[in-house]
């Protein structure tokens, strides 16, 4: 091997991004940091720069690149500074990348993650929404560029570690009968449900094991995270949805499960860092520190397992319908989840009404064949305008 590796992080300013870097300053023999791509937080994007030193940065905002590029010049910097959403897509192929973080959060990181898996890169998958909204159209440029996608998800990357030596996501493994996703239960696992309605963004985010962002924090206490992971699950290890179990485990240790035709159940454990997945992903099949502190099960002393409440909790039902419809139908639910769910953040729908918004936008919209990523996008553009439309611009009301 001729030096470090070259690691491009999209979404570097992120929860995500911020865990990878953190890993990256543990190895700087192995890794470098070649690009670092941001939506608009130039300040953390050019102390990030200072530190690490990437060929380029690129802020999707002009007016946030037009910052980043002075603060960077003024400091003596090297690095590049590109602006736009192309300009990302595009920073992510060249030679001195050799891998991926793809750590966008929602939609916004499909064209970027495609434009990686296509330049054949190792893609470090976070950005769950673009394999979900892509679907098999997604796995298929996997298979064309003869590349590798290894799950982040924590629960997907458990699944992974315990899948045969060798395996490789984008088809079933042989032996495997069944796949198990532990759920925390998020936030309101014992909440009241009358209550439900008129739970705050703040309480929705405050998770009871991991620190994300508030996107994904959202999408857990709702459980549409588990929603979009079981859809996930089964583009990743080529198994059913019916195949793919989802039981809720509040200590979030026992990571997921794989089982065999001979009734093993093989599980990974560890502590709930992301810093674990990031650093088995990016030294598979080798292993690495992740600095992420060891678990002593005699001081844990139980572990819990549950059924999911599917009335409380109706996402991981509309998620399994619209993997059973396939074609356009996951990228209707994902688009409607992210209006619903930026419309909960901005207080103008209520916690419940996430879920119901999801419902009418799925039973409005057609579902269609996948044919070329326009479906995809066209799919994505309608269920957005549709769900915007359901929402009403009045704190707590809508339809
Ligand atoms: P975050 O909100 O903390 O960070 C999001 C990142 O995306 C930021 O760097 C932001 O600048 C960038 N971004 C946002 N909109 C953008 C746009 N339009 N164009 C370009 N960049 C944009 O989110 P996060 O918690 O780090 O999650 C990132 C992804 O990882 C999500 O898809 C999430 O589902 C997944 N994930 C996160 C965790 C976790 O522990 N945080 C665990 C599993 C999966
Ligand atoms: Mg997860």
Redesign the pocket.
Known sequence: MSGPRGIAIL???????RSTLAVIALHPERYRVSML?????WQVVVEQALRYAPDSVVL?DPAAAAQARAALANAGSRTRVLEG?QA?AEAVTGDDTHMVMA????A??LLPTLAAVRAGKRVLL????SLVMAGRLFMEEVRRARTEVIP???EHNAIFQCMPAGYLPGAAAPGVTRLILTASGGPFRLTDPARLESVTPDEACAHPK?K?????SVDSATLMNKGLEVIEATLLFGMPEADVEVVVHPQSLVHSLVEYVDGSLLAQLGAPD?RTPIAQAMAWPERIGSGVHSLRLSQIGQLEFEPPDDARFPSVGLARAAARAGGTAPAVLNAANEVAVQAFLDRRLNFTGIATVIDKVLQRLDTSPVKALVDVLEADASARRMAAALIQPTPGAFV
């Open positions: 979404g570097s300013t992120g929860s995500i991004g791509g941001a939506n608009s937080s999707v959403a990302l750590a966008i959060v929602g916004a990181g976070a950005n769950k929404e982040i998800d924590s991991w994300m962002g508030r996107k994904i992301m």
